[in-house]
């Protein structure tokens, strides 16, 4: 049976702009310009004979018509997806690729992950350290990352989201400051840094007190290495594992996701 031609860049640009409700925000996702967006949204409305969008005092609103295509549009999507994970995947069941900060690793992610091939012999896995790597670029199974929700990724909190203040036995009475973690009000960063991974190496080291993620320290603190001096208290950022729904979906990533988040 021959098959229709579908504009298939235009319908990924549609999706973007109904998701956004935004030309602006579509474009900046697609990493093109808004009037590239505003040709092609013209260009499917001509192709399919109606209108998707109208102009309100509010601002863009899908019509009808664009919402009676738009789930079956995106499930679409999500089987194109699927089919190139599942060609990209073949027969590496066994193997995953994660990306998780370098300190998260060594702290937690190592010591499960050797427990999950205690029970999974043959597992392999590629690790990278760039947390924020492209899915798709990197052949990317599951990202950890420290954010405030999943975004437009399916995800789960490794443990709730708190924060402490260590400092390691005897260390100077100074504030160790990294990105991401806001200092009390007049305090001063004697000591900054740029992540949480060196915050943690100069906690440790007694260069002073830091506030951090409480699952990022937890076994320091076990191990007496560091010390709680307020907390923990409920926190904005959380350790989340995510991943884009078709990798999800597979078998391998829900096995893995079950286990580190028993």
């Known amino acids: 049976m021959k098959r229709t031609h579908l504009p298939l860049n235009a319908l990924r640009v549609f999706d973007a702009a109904a998701r956004h409700l935004s030309f602006t925000r579509a474009a900046d996702e697609l990493a093109v310009t808004p009037a590239a967006v505003g040709q092609q949204i013209r260009a499917l409305e001509d192709h399919l004979g109606t209108v998707l969008f109208r102009r ?5 609103e899908l019509t009808d018509e664009a919402l ?6 995106r499930e679409g999507f999500l089987k194109f997806e699927e089919s190139v994970q599942a060609m990209q995947a073949g027969q590496a069941s066994d193997r995953y690729t994660i990306a998780a900060p370098r ?5 937690w992610l190592s010591h499960r992950l050797a427990k ?3 029970g999974n012999p043959g597992v392999r896995f590629q690790l990278i350290a760039d947390e924020n790597a492209d899915f798709t670029e990197t052949n990317l199974d599951v990202a950890i ?8 990724l399916e995800g789960v909190e490794l443990a ?3 924060r402490v203040v260590v400092a390691a036995p005897g260390a100077a009475d100074q504030w160790i400051q990294w990105p991401g973690a806001p200092l009390p009000d007049g305090a001063e960063g004697m000591v900054q840094v740029a992540n949480p991974g060196q915050a943690l190496s100069s906690a440790i080291a007694g260069l002073g007190k830091a506030v951090m993620p409480y699952l990022l320290v937890e076994e320091a603190i076990e191990a007496g290495r560091l010390e709680v001096l307020e907390g ?3 926190g904005r950022r959380a350790y989340w594992l995510v991943a884009p729904l078709p990798q999800w979906r597979q078998k391998k990533v829900k096995s893995l996701v079950a286990f580190l988040t028993a």
């Open 232 to 234: 923990p208290d409920e």
């Open 116 to 118: 999950f091939v205690e």
């Open 145 to 152: 990352r420290l954010v405030d929700g999943p975004g437009d």
């Open 56 to 60: 309100t005092s509010k601002g863009l």
């Open 103 to 107: 300190e998260f690793y060594a702290q």
């Open 160 to 162: 709730p989201a708190r």
């Open 68 to 73: 009676a295509g738009l789930d079956a549009l």
